[in-house]
């Protein structure tokens, strides 16, 4: 996802298109079968998303259900920006929240101040 967020930032720079800092949300309900915390891809995948974020390239945030491991987000992802979904009514929920922030990102632009899902009714967990 990070390596398609980087073409796409690529072509609207080439076509003179502006753009706002890209979003990655994921949402899952467990645990990468890919790859093992710790191995090489993981190791990967980690530091990317840590130079992302800390160059303002990418917000990342991880959504994860009941089943999901909790610990593996928090180490993937900045833990400020990882949540548990308490049930299946909360996904309308995050989903609304994310139509908001993007659209005041759009309106405000990357300054704009984007309202932390926690503060949505004490619904997410972590």
Same mark, same amino acid.
């Given at each position: 996802a990070l390596d398609?967020? @980087?073409d796409r930032k690529r072509f609207y720079? @080439?076509?003179g298109i502006t753009y706002y800092r890209p979003w990655l949300v994921l949402i899952t309900d467990g645990y990468p079968t890919d790859m093992s915390k710790g191995d090489s891809r993981? =190791? =990967?995948i980690k530091t990317k998303l840590e130079? &992302? @974020?800390s160059r303002k390239k /990418?917000?990342?945030w991880a959504f994860g259900v009941s089943t999901a491991d909790m610990n593996a987000l928090k180490d993937l992802f900045n833990v400020e920006r /990882? &949540?548990?979904l308490s049930d299946t009514s909360t996904f309308k929920i995050v989903f609304k929240w994310l139509s908001a922030s993007v659209s005041q990102t759009s309106a405000e632009g990357d300054s704009a101040t984007v309202k932390n899902p926690s503060d949505l009714n004490g619904i997410f967990r972590v």
């Open positions: 398609l967020i @980087e720079n @080439e076509n993981w =190791n =990967n130079d &992302f @974020e /990418v917000w990342a /990882v &949540f548990r």
